[in-house]
């Protein structure tokens, strides 16, 4: 298999140095030369990584495309672009799949949602639709989940978009430990080790999330406090209307 990247950014960098901690055979991957920051590290650190210049050798090159840049970039440079019968894989989140084969005037188009954690092959990964070039390539780096409909797989992509206000509410915890006098390592390694201890023991025991928002809170103990304080300033309403406003964002 030989990939090619157009667009060498933050999540074309995760996937790439998750392809290379797993077990997916690739002969060759070559990257654009943009980001070059990014892509001179890359092609520093592994022997099987080729840095080009042109978007359209990258193509001639590769068995298998992946886009990874960002909406406006693309919009601009696919249509000048001949992807002749490559396998394409979208990770453009706001370009949907039918303008994507006009713009890319091919019909080999699937759409995928890894996340940074692909890094450490870490995380479910949605595809969109079905597609069996990128399920071979996605199964090696974390827990592919297929996604036939793509108005659907937006509800996930609205999920993914909690990652910032999921850290940043790491950042707050561990912040607050920091300045009431806690060592920020340990505050650091406490908060993060909390919250996937919760994460991991909730799906080990296939226990509902709903289901542990009960059975976490002791009567008038300190769960329940916070719950009612946050519920109280309409924090869950507040999340919930992001989530809907993202799912509409994408459905236009
Ligand atoms: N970050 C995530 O967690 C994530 C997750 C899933 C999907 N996505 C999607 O993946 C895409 C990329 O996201 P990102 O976060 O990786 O963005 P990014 O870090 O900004 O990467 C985009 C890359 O495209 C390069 N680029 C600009 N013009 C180019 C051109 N003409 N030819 C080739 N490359 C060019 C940029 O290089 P320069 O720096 O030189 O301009 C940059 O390195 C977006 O559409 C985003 O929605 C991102």
Redesign the pocket.
């Known amino acids: 298999m030989k990939l090619g990247f157009?667009?060498?950014?933050?999540?074309?960098?995760?996937i790439i140095l998750g392809i290379f901690k797993s077990k997916l055979k690739v002969s060759q991957v070559y990257i654009?030369?943009?980001?070059?920051n990014?892509a001179k590290k890359l092609s520093q650190k592994f022997k099987k990584i080729k840095i080009i210049k042109d978007?359209q050798e990258i193509i001639n090159k590769a068995s298998h495309v992946i886009?990874?840049?960002?909406?406006e970039?693309?919009k601009?440079?696919l249509p000048k672009l001949n992807f002749k019968n490559k396998k394409i894989i979208s990770?453009?989140?706001?370009?949907r799949i039918n303008q994507l084969k006009q713009l890319c005037r091919s019909s080999s188009v699937a759409k995928?949602?890894?996340?940074?954690p692909i890094e450490n092959r870490l995380g479910p990964i949605v595809i969109c639709p079905a597609n069996k070039a990128a399920k071979n390539i996605f199964k090696y780096l974390g827990e592919v989940v297929e996604v036939s409909n793509e108005k659907f797989s937006y509800r996930f992509w609205s999920a993914?978009a909690l990652?910032a206000t999921y850290y940043e509410m790491l950042n707050t915890t561990t912040n607050y430990l920091t300045t009431k006098g806690v060592n920020n390592t340990k505050a650091t390694k406490y908060v993060g080790k909390l919250f996937l201890a919760l994460t991991k023991d909730a799906l080990l025991k296939q226990r509902s999330f709903k289901q542990l928002v009960v059975e976490s809170q002791t009567p008038n103990g300190i769960n329940m406090q916070v719950l009612k304080e946050l519920k109280k300033g309409k924090f869950f309403n507040k999340l919930k209307k992001s989530l809907k406003n993202i799912n509409k964002r994408l459905s236009k």
């Open positions: 157009i667009g060498t950014g933050k999540i074309a960098s995760s654009s030369s943009r980001n070059r990014i978007n886009l990874s840049v960002t909406p970039v693309g601009k440079i990770l453009i989140s706001t370009i995928a949602i890894p996340l940074p993914a990652m």
